[in-house]
C-alpha cells in the first residue's frame, strides 16, 4: 500500500511542480494549478477564489470535517544555481527534486493522494500567497463562518509536529539630521546616521540581553538589522538615513512592547518614522499563561493524530494566524526546513510516503481521532 500511495504522491507532485507558482512576480490565476486540484477531488466540494495580487485559495470539503488541513502552493523565485528546469521532477538518490518539492508542493501531493485512497471526511485549504507576507487567503478563510476548532499547517518539519514558533516583525525607521560641513563641532549630533548608529548599539544591547529568556525550547530574542542607507559622502553631514530591521520574538514575548522598547532607543527628536511593514504572531498566539494552554491543546491534538512531536523551530508559519484565530494549531509536513528555498530544492522520498501514509490513516478514522478532553 505505501508503495502504490508514494507512487501516486509522486504522480501529483509531478504535475503540480509543474505549474509555475513563483512569488514574486505574483502572477497566479484561478486556472493551471487549481484546476489539476479540482480534477482529483471530485467528490469533494470545492470552491476557488481569487483575492487579488496572485493570491488565490482553493477550499476543498468532503463530509463533515472537524479539522482543516492547509497548504500553500506559492514557491520562492528560483535562482540561475539550478543545474536543470525547477519546474520538471527528478528522482535522483532516493530525492525528489523540483522548485516547491519540499516548499510545500509534496504535501499538497501527499493530501491528494491520501483524499483519493481514503473515503473519510477531509477539509484542505489549498493557497497560494504565504511567500508574498501577505496573508490573504488565511485572513479570508478565518474571517468566515468556517466551523473548524483545529488546524494542520503543512511546512517542511520532517514529519513531526511543530508545537512552537517565533513570531516576526519587519519595522522600517527614518532618522533625519541636518545636512552641513563635516568640519563642523556639531557634525556628531546632527548626523542621520550617527543617530542609527547609536540607536543600532541600545538596540543590540538590549537583544543581548534578552539571552535568557525562554518559551517551549526556545531562548532569546531573534533579532536582524537588515540594511542601513543614508548619507552623501564622508565630508557631509548625513541628513537622513533608513535602517531596515527584523526580529522574531518568543511566544511569551509581546510584540508592541518590543516596539515600544527599540522605538525608544532613538534619541529624542531624531526619528522621524517607525513602520511596522510586516507582522506575524508567534505559535501559540496569546498571552504566556493563554499561550502555554494552547500549546498543550496543540500536543493533545498531536498525540490524538498519531504525529510525533518535534521541537519549536526558529521560521514563522501561518498556524500561528489560525492560533491567533481561536483553533487549535500545529505545524506538520514532510521535507527539511534546510532544502527550503534552495537549488536544487528536494525532498526525501521517505518523507513523501510517511506523510502521504499518516494523511490517509488519519482520513480513514472517520473522525474518530481527537484529543481527549484535560481536567
Sequence with gaps: MTDALLATTLRHLEALVSFDTRNPPRAIGTGGIFDYIRAQLPDFRIEVTDHGDGAVSLFAVRGQPRRVFNVHLDTVPDSPHWSADPHRLRLENDRAIA?????????AAGLIAAAQAAPGDAAFLFSSDEEANDPRCIAAFLGRD???????IAEPTRCE????????????????????????????????????????????????????????????????????????????IAPEAEVRFGF????????????????????????????????????????????????????DLADALGFPIGNAVDFWTEASLFSQAGLTA???????????????????????????????RVLESRGELAPEPRG
Design 146 to 152: 468556517h466551523g473548524f476548532a483545529e488546524a494542520v
Design 161 to 236: 509536529a511543530v508545537l512552537a514558533h517565533r513570531g516576526i516583525s519587519a519595522v522600517r525607521m527614518l532618522f533625519r539630521g541636518a545636512a552641513g560641513h563635516a568640519s563642523g563641532a556639531g557634525a556628531l549630533q546632527a548626523s542621520a546616521l550617527h543617530h542609527a548608529m547609536r540607536w543600532g548599539a541600545g538596540a543590540l544591547d538590549f537583544v543581548e540581553s534578552q539571552a535568557h529568556q525562554r518559551f517551549g525550547g526556545l531562548t532569546g530574542l531573534r533579532f536582524n538589522v537588515g540594511r542601513v542607507e543614508g548619507g552623501i559622502k564622508a565630508n557631509v
Design 248 to 299: 522574531r520574538p518568543l511566544p511569551s514575548q509581546d510584540i508592541d512592547v518590543l516596539h515600544t522598547t527599540f522605538g525608544g532607543f532613538a534619541a529624542p527628536g531624531a526619528l522621524e518614522r517607525y513602520e511596522e511593514t510586516f507582522r506575524g504572531p508567534s505559535l501559540p498566539a496569546g498571552h504566556v499563561a493563554e499561550a502555554e494552554e494552547r500549546r498543550l491543546d496543540a500536543r
Design 330 to 360: 500545529l505545524v506538520y509536513g514532510p521535507g527539511d526546513i534546510a532544502q527550503a528555498h534552495t537549488a536544487d530544492e528536494w525532498v526525501a522520498l521517505d518523507q513523501l510516503a510517511g506523510y502521504a501514509a499518516s494523511i490517509q
Design 99 to 107: 522548485l516547491g518539492a519540499c516548499d510545500i508542493k509534496g504535501a
